[in-house]
């Protein structure tokens, strides 16, 4: 399969952070996909404007342990989505993921419109992502109001 990124504004850095391509089936989403969102239609609207406008943002991905993950939902309990399991022989520490804190949503739209990977901004850690969602959620507001 061809890969067909879906490429956001920022090239290659967004608010100091990296951007870089990852394939979507390396992305773990952290939330469920919001189909509406205080009583407003979300996901569709979401994707038709990704479809005609493209991709402003990339999505804040945070490259991470399980076991880190593991901590996360212990303390957000069911508003973050079952955690993705596997055997791995090297033990929790050691096996690393790509985890997203700011646009699962988005992750699953490229999905939907047939991309293979997206921009991704290379975020240090969960909490440092999620402080920077109402940043990048600002120019959107008609979403989120």
Known sequence: MENKTLKSNFDKEWEGFEVREVALNELWASVPIATTLRGKPFYESVKADIARDGLHFPVMGVYTKLETLEHAKVKWGDKISPLPFWHNALGKNKKWMWS??????????????????????????????????????????????
């Not at 991309?115 to 120019?139: E, F």
Request: hydrophobic share 35%; net charge positive; no cysteine.
């Open 100 to 145: 997203v804190w700011g646009g699962s949503n988005r992750v699953e739209i490229a999905r939907d419109l047939g991309y293979t990977h997206i921009d991704v901004a290379v975020i240090p850690s969960i909490g440092q992502a999620i402080s920077l969602q109402k940043h990048m959620r600002k120019p959107f507001d008609k979403y989120y109001k």
